[in-house]
């Protein structure tokens, strides 16, 4: 009954705002209320289900967005001429060397293992640097003000999603080999670090994903605005609602999106709540809630930590890459762990942890309030100094840093959630109240 | 012997020297944290945008000062507008600790929701410097720029190569000298110092022996606040002040007080200096000095640079993670979370 309303609301402020300022706008929030919803779920995997305090969201939203325009883009053969072979042989190089370290410590005797590694170590980066030094130099020399980079597959981007997953959860698998064994507060710390480290790749390696210099125009999976308003039967359809063309394109390309996206989160979420409720989500219940109990039942926590932390991740990682093809480029620059790791953090929380509708109602809560809270500050600011003089240095500073108050009120919410309803605005279910 | 002194003097004006300000900077920082961690047992994910909080109070009663007409002489007239951003920084932390920390205190919550809750408080804050003062740059710096000019240094020791100190980078390493001997005598010597190291220690054992829990924390935060203050202000000093780059200054300093073992002061300014220069090391572009050391046919053709700059963050990342893996209590052993 509390989650229909406190849905219905959310739909009912979505609609308001269509009336009030414009379809364009809803639509656009709906969409990336949609995005925030799966990434939510993905913390929600996560934190919710096993207490995992993972804030690496970043990261792993990131390599979902390079993984979208990986697969999307076309190739650029000049680039894979000038030096594709020299970046394929590094990574057969970096993967010898980490074999080899590998080898060495495993058999050889205590007292050479340190020495070997780091022989090893050197021997392989400079390697690898001979190699890839050259290679990179070549292929971001290929047109650099256009390409410079490998390009990708050329497929089609919703592919992309599904290998975002991948790729995230592959990086998760390895950083979570790593990470696990750490309690709580190191493990936040060095998924917060990881993801920094993953930003700082993607970049400065220009031939990967063109780093800074972005990657933009990527290829869509719904028809374009321009194209729309030129087809006959777009122009027909658009009279029928007494439009004219170019706005309705505009609603029409932002609704195919929302149908693609609902269709994600809806799979996600029915995959998720299925896998909550099935044994599996109550062996991850009772790992949470008592680790030491469920490992006395036979259960290997760390086994179990790191499929969800995978699982999680690879669902940010579908996010990720979500966002890119909706944004339709990629710009490493804009990755934030404000706003996309602390962020999602504070849906999850305020939605209600452990439960799945409560994450989605929180990605769509907190990105609504995100998104309106700049208008609204502007207002507030404005009413607050109504008695200031027109052009005083003060009023004008205040209602320029009123966006700024939507980071303060984020904080604020969270804080009032975490103390007043700890548990969420739609709180777990806990025993004979599931279904 | 010339090239050798050159290629001295070239490494310590490009690592060795910002090397040791940096590395003050994040001792100071790191300090902060590994104290609150001690007494109140948690990670403060707020300790960045408290930093750049004390600096902010600084930086708005220097330019009152400025306005007014004051100058500390040849220094930054920051140093005397210090004190005041400290009791800024004091206050925020003491309203934080009143209305979020304390509830969750009295719980004896997880420590998990206090670093979530730690998160509530670096949103608020991390706005509340932006609302005040803006998400620009702002300079502040002034009185005399150097204590030596690189020119003035090749003139009188006739070596091609010159060796700059900023006054900033001076003022640093001195501030943070006399601060840490300050903070270790209050430790070790104070009735106040000897209560918090035993209530870090053994709580229950502290509380049966009569030392009061409140003042406790309350202390940790002043001086947690203070140091935060101090160094926000000398990194704004000495590179400029920046909201968004103190919240990305966590990283490094939680890295420092990690690898020093967490809620060991000690570790946490032996970790401070450890990251700051393996930042600067492994981004220094090595050319220059290998061409004064080898023949000049061996010379190298590159930057002989190990990493680009640009993964400054990710170095201290490495470290702390490698430092995890194979020793979790840090180098000198601190707990493990």
Same mark, same amino acid.
């Given at each position: ?21 414009? !379809?364009?706008?809803?639509?656009? @929030? ?14 929600? @995997? ?19 967005? +390079? ?30 060397? +980490?074999?080899?370290?590998?080898? &060495? ?11 070997? #590694?780091?022989?090893?170590? =050197? ?102 605005? =321009?194209?729309?308003?030129? &087809? ?26 929302? &149908? ?9 979420? !029915?995959?998720?709540? /299925?896998?909550?409720?099935?044994? !599996? ?5 009772? @790992? ?13 926590? #760390? ?44 849906? +999850? ?17 907190? !990105? ?16 607050? #100094? ?19 108050? /939507? ?29 | ?7 001295? %003097? ?59 007409? %004051? ?38 919550a997880a420590p998990v929701v206090f670093v979530i809750a730690s998160v509530g408080v670096m949103f608020m804050i991390n706005g509340l410097v932006r609302l005040i003062i803006g998400p620009d740059d702002q300079r502040f710096t002034d009185g005399e720029r150097f204590i030596i000019r690189a020119r003035e240094f090749r003139e009188w020791t006739g070596l091609s190569e010159g060796l700059a100190i900023r006054t900033t980078q001076g003022i640093t390493v001195l501030v943070a000298i006399v601060v840490v001997i300050a903070l270790f005598w209050f430790l070790n010597r104070s009735r106040m110092g000897k209560a918090m190291r035993a209530y870090s220690d053994n709580e229950d054992l502290a509380l049966l022996s009569g030392i009061n829990p409140d003042r406790v924390v309350l202390y940790a935060w002043i001086i947690a606040a203070a140091l935060a203050t101090i160094a926000g202000t000398l990194y704004g000093l000495d ?19 990690? %690898? ?18 393996? $930042? ?15 023949? $000049?046919?061996?010379?190298? $053709? ?12 990710? *170095?201290?990342?490495?470290?702390? *993670? ?16």
């Amino acid at each position: 009954m509390r989650q229909t309303l406190l849905f219905a609301a959310m739909g009912l402020a979505l609609i308001l705002v269509g009336l009030f300022q414009s !379809w364009n706008v809803a639509l656009s @929030i709906l969409n990336l209320s949609l995005i925030s919803a799966v990434m939510a779920l993905g913390v929600n @995997i996560q934190w919710g289900y096993a207490g995992l305090f993972n804030v690496g969201m970043m990261g792993f939203a990131a390599l979902g967005g +390079v993984a979208a325009v990986l697969v999307s883009v076309s190739p650029v053969p000049e680039a894979w001429a000038a030096g594709g072979s020299g970046v394929l042989l590094s990574a057969v190089l970096l993967a010898a060397t +980490v074999g080899a370290i590998w080898f &060495a410590r495993r058999n050889l005797a205590r007292g050479w293992r340190g020495l070997a #590694t780091g022989l090893l170590v =050197i021997a392989g980066y400079a390697a690898i640097r001979t190699v890839y030094d050259p290679a990179v130099d070549a292929i971001e020399a290929v047109d650099p003000a256009r390409s410079g980079y490998l390009g990708g597959l050329g497929l089609p981007i919703v592919l992309g999603w599904a290998v975002g997953g991948v790729l995230a959860g592959a990086a998760a698998w390895v950083i979570g080999k790593v990470t696990l064994g750490l309690r709580a507060d190191y493990l936040a710390i060095a998924t917060l670090g990881i993801s920094e480290i993953v930003l700082a790749v993607l970049k400065n390696e220009d031939w990967l994903a063109r780093g800074v210099k972005n990657v933009s125009g990527l290829p869509r999976p719904v028809p374009r605005e =321009i194209a729309l308003q030129e &087809a006959d039967w777009f122009i027909d359809f658009a009279a029928r609602f007494g439009a004219t063309a170019q706005e309705a394109s505009g609603v029409f390309v932002k609704s195919c999106y929302a &149908a693609l996206f609902a269709l994600v989160l809806a799979v996600i979420f !029915w995959l998720s709540n /299925r896998a909550l409720n099935a044994p !599996w989500g109550r062996m991850m219940r009772a @790992i949470r809630d008592n680790r030491d109990a469920a490992e006395a039942m036979g259960k290997d926590v #760390t086994r179990r930590h790191l499929q969800v932390f995978v699982l999680g991740s690879a669902v940010v990682g579908i996010a990720g890459a979500m966002l890119v093809t909706y944004d339709g480029q990629f710009t490493p620059g804009s990755y934030n762990p404000l706003r996309f790791t602390f962020l999602v953090w504070v849906m +999850v929380i305020v939605g209600g942890s452990g439960n799945n509708a409560g994450a989605v109602l929180g990605g769509f809560l907190i !990105w609504f309030l995100w998104i309106e809270a700049e208008p609204a500050g502007a207002i507030l600011m404005r009413s607050l #100094t109504f008695w200031m003089e027109d052009g005083s240095p003060l009023r004008s500073h205040l209602l320029g840093a009123a966006p700024h108050l /939507r980071l303060f009120l984020m904080g604020l919410i969270l804080l009032l959630v975490l103390r007043f309803a700890p548990r969420g605005l739609i709180p777990e279910r806990q025993g004979s109240q599931r279904s | 012997m010339t090239d050798i002194l050159n290629a001295l %003097v070239l490494l310590s004006n490009f690592v060795l020297v910002p090397g040791l300000a940096y590395g003050s900077q994040l001792a100071l920082g790191a300090l902060g944290v590994t104290l609150v961690y001690a007494v109140l047992r948690f990670s403060n994910f707020a300790h960045g945008d408290l930093m750049a909080f004390g600096a902010m109070c600084t930086i708005l009663v220097t330019w009152g000062l400025q306005s007014l007409g %004051v100058s500390f002489g040849p220094l930054p007239t920051a140093l005397l507008a210090l004190p005041l951003g400290i009791i800024g920084a004091v206050l925020l932390s003491l309203v934080f600790d009143r209305f979020v920390y304390r509830f969750y205190r009295q719980q004896k919550a997880a420590p998990v929701v206090f670093v979530i809750a730690s998160v509530g408080v670096m949103f608020m804050i991390n706005g509340l410097v932006r609302l005040i003062i803006g998400p620009d740059d702002q300079r502040f710096t002034d009185g005399e720029r150097f204590i030596i000019r690189a020119r003035e240094f090749r003139e009188w020791t006739g070596l091609s190569e010159g060796l700059a100190i900023r006054t900033t980078q001076g003022i640093t390493v001195l501030v943070a000298i006399v601060v840490v001997i300050a903070l270790f005598w209050f430790l070790n010597r104070s009735r106040m110092g000897k209560a918090m190291r035993a209530y870090s220690d053994n709580e229950d054992l502290a509380l049966l022996s009569g030392i009061n829990p409140d003042r406790v924390v309350l202390y940790a935060w002043i001086i947690a606040a203070a140091l935060a203050t101090i160094a926000g202000t000398l990194y704004g000093l000495d590179k400029s002040f920046k909201p968004f780059t103190y919240f990305q200054l966590l990283l490094p300093i939680f890295a420092s007080a990690i %690898v020093g073992g967490i809620g060991n002061p000690v570790g946490a300014i032996a970790g401070g200096f450890v990251i700051a220069f393996s $930042e600067v090391t492994v981004t220094y572009a090595y050319k220059k000095f290998l061409t004064y050391l080898v023949p $000049e046919s061996w010379a190298p $053709e590159g930057l002989v640079q190990l990493l680009s700059t640009d993964y400054k963050f990710a *170095v201290s990342f490495v470290i702390l *993670v490698l430092v995890l893996l194979i020793r979790p209590t840090g180098i000198f052993r601190g707990r493990v979370i």
